[in-house]
Every structure is written in structure tokens, then in C-alpha cells.
């Protein structure tokens, strides 16, 4: 094996958080929002059974091929040739886009809430290069670095507590006021990025206990969705549907407006603090497997020579390929990222060699 650290269920779940929550809570919201007016809170939910579909799929075909990540047994089903196709369609076009997108909405934030005369390649490099220290040094040290991310998740709940006061809950009204298609319409973003828990098929080889992935799968899946489902209700009991799909992000700003007898307020630091390190912790999860299936699929003894060039590929793909603005970027993710990442990667591929390799009998029985 590349990687020889292992890590326990817990940190498993928690990565996973750190992967979907940064991003989803800020984001998310406004593009739901504008698909579902104040349904989308059932939007969110709907997505969350989609994704416990897919983390099942995922798992399922994980556990057929104990101690091998996805880029291994796609050439035990596929064959070599083909195998090492999917392995690069992974890390090109789902690892290293995906993650210089991340990348990139993570310095958007940065410039467009605090710092707008900061050029956006500093925050870049600076992101990439520390994630690249914690991917250098393998799963384990990504994971204990992930651990400084808890605190902010939990100061992040009292902040939602404490918004609660400006919530109006006839802002959700009328319930079902659009019929079901626009519901239907948006639980296809929560979907794909909630879906991006597929990362699992290459972390499950190296869990303390593996036959516990179907918990972990589970768990992680219904804490994204309880906590998205929470910062989308946060946005439209604030704002109503109407503003809280103007803004960019719906979340931060209903951070911003609590304000509690003149003295608490200016909380939007804690949104800050919880993007900052959970920006951190996304990219680097999605450089750690894009680095290490690289290194599988070149049939490398080491994966740590390849950190520094994905390093430079991951920068350079968020400089180039995501838009020149957070409002372009969040346009072409709505549009055209998220419908084909969902159905290619994150169903398409997985369903496939799922089928494939029981037609073939290949891999153990699933558990």
C-alpha cells in the first residue's frame, strides 16, 4: 500500500463533513433558494435520501475488493487499459477539477467578503501550500489536522442558535406553493455536492475497521444534509425567499445581522473561521486522493514526489478554469459542473462497474 496510516471510523465521518459543510453552507443556499422559492428546505431533504443512494452504491462496490481504492479495482473489473481510463477520469476530471474548485471558492470568499484588494492568487497558493504539508505527511496528519475544524463546527451551531431571533416562520409559506417539479429541480446541486462523499472509495481501504464504511457512509451523509437543511431554513427565515436568493452568500450575511442588545454581533467571523479551516481541510482531502490515485495508476512505490507537481496543477486549474468571478463561477457550477459530475461520477461510473463486476463475478460478496 502507498498510504501504511490508518484512521478510525470518527475521523472518517468528520473528513467527510469538512468535505461537503464548507462549501455547502455558504453556497448552496442562494442557487437552491432560487430553484425552490421557500420549498427549498425540502429540496435539501429530498437530495439527503439521494445521497444515502449513492453512499450505498459506493460502499457496496468498496467492500466487494477489501484493501483496494477505486483507481485499484477498476482495473481488477475493467481490465488494465480501461481501468486506468476511469482511474484518469477520476483524478482529472472529478479530483484535481473538483478540488482547484474548491480552491477557488475558497479565495472568491475571502476577496469578495474581507479582503477585496487582496490579489486572489495569494490566497490560492497559500491554501494549496498548506495543504500540501498535511498530504505530504499522509491520511493520519490530514485528519488530526481536520480535528482543529470541530471547535468551529461547534461554535457555528450556537451562532444559528443565536440567529434564531430574527427568523419570521411565515417566510416558509406558502409550503408547496410552486408544485413539485421546481422541489425536484433543486435537490440536483445539494445532490452532487453532498454526493462528493464518493471520496470514500478511496479512504475506505485504509479504516481501522472497513466493515464499518456503510456506518460511516450513513452518518456522514444525514449530518450534511441535517446541517444544509439548517443553514437553507437559517437564509429563508431570515431573509424570505426572495433576498435570500440575491444574495451570494445567504448564510454569511445572515450571520451578519445578529445583533443581541448591542454587544454580540459582528459574529461572521466564526463563518469565516469555520471556511477557513474547512477550506483547508476540502482541498486538501481531494489533493490527498488525487495524489495517491496518480500514484496508482503510474504504478508508484511512493506517492509524496508527485505532491509538489499536482500542487502547481491544482493552482493553476483554479486560476484558469472556474471563472473570473464568484458569480460566473457559481453560473457555470449550477449549470453544467453539477449535472455531469453527478450523473458521471458520482452514479454513473460507480452504478457501472457495480454491474459490471457482478456480471463477472469479480470482487468478494459486499457486506
Known amino acids: 500500500m502507498l498510504e501504511h496510516g490508518k484512521i478510525d471510523g470518527k475521523q472518517a465521518i468528520f473528513l467527510m463533513l ?110 494549496v501550500a498548506v495543504a500540501a504539508y498535511a498530504v505530504r505527511n499522509g491520511l493520519e496528519v490530514l485528519c488530526r489536522f481536520n480535528q ?16 434564531t431571533i430574527e427568523m419570521k416562520p411565515a417566510r416558509l409559506l406558502p409550503v408547496f406553493d410552486a408544485g413539485l417539479l421546481p422541489i425536484v429541480k433543486g435537490t440536483v446541486m445539494p445532490t452532487m455536492l ?84 474547512g477550506g483547508f481541510v476540502k482541498v486538501g482531502v481531494f489533493y490527498y486522493v488525487a495524489v495517491l490515485g496518480s500514484a496508482q495508476c503510474l504504478n508508484l512505490k511512493d506517492y509524496r514526489p508527485l505532491v509538489l507537481p499536482v500542487g502547481v496543477i491544482l493552482v493553476s486549474f483554479s486560476s484558469f478554469m472556474h471563472g473570473e468571478n464568484i458569480v460566473d463561477m457559481i453560473y457555470y457550477i449550477s449549470q453544467i459542473q453539477v449535472p455531469f459530475m453527478l450523473i458521471v461520477f458520482e452514479v454513473g461510473i460507480p452504478l457501472l462497474l457495480l454491474i459490471i463486476a457482478l456480471v463477472r463475478g469479480k470482487g468478494g460478496q459486499s457486506s
Open 194 to 277: 453532498m454526493g462528493e462523499i464518493v471520496l470514500l472509495a478511496m479512504i475506505i481501504p485504509y479504516l481501522n475497521k472497513p466493515e464499518e464504511a456503510q456506518r460511516i457512509a450513513i452518518l456522514s451523509a444525514l449530518f450534511n444534509g441535517f446541517v444544509l437543511t439548517a443553514s437553507t431554513l437559517e437564509a429563508l427565515l431570515i431573509f424570505g425567499p426572495d433576498l435570500a436568493a440575491h444574495w451570494i452568500f445567504p448564510t454569511f450575511n445572515a450571520v451578519r445581522v445578529i445583533s443581541i442588545a448591542n454587544f454580540l454581533e459582528r459574529l461572521e467571523s466564526v463563518i469565516v473561521a469555520f471556511w477557513v479551516l
Open 148 to 163: 482543529l475544524f470541530l471547535p468551529v463546527t461547534g461554535l457555528l451551531a450556537i451562532v444559528f442558535f443565536l440567529s
Open 18 to 127: 469538512s468535505v461537503v459543510l464548507p462549501t455547502a453552507i455558504l453556497t448552496i443556499p442562494a442557487g437552491i433558494v432560487r430553484t425552490a422559492r421557500q420549498d427549498a428546505w425540502l429540496s435539501v431533504m429530498a437530495a439527503t435520501l439521494a445521497v444515502l443512494l449513492i453512499a450505498w452504491l459506493v460502499v457496496s462496490l468498496s467492500l466487494r475488493f477489501p484493501g483496494k481504492t477505486l483507481c485499484e479495482y477498476a482495473e481488477e473489473i475493467l481490465g488494465k487499459t480501461l481501468g486506468k481510463i476511469v482511474c484518469l477520469l477520476y483524478i482529472w476530471l472529478f479530483f484535481l477539477y473538483a478540488g482547484s474548485g474548491a480552491v477557488r471558492q475558497f479565495s472568491f470568499f475571502l476577496v469578495t467578503a474581507m479582503m477585496p484588494e487582496t490579489p486572489i492568487e495569494v490566497f490560492s497558493i497559500t491554501v
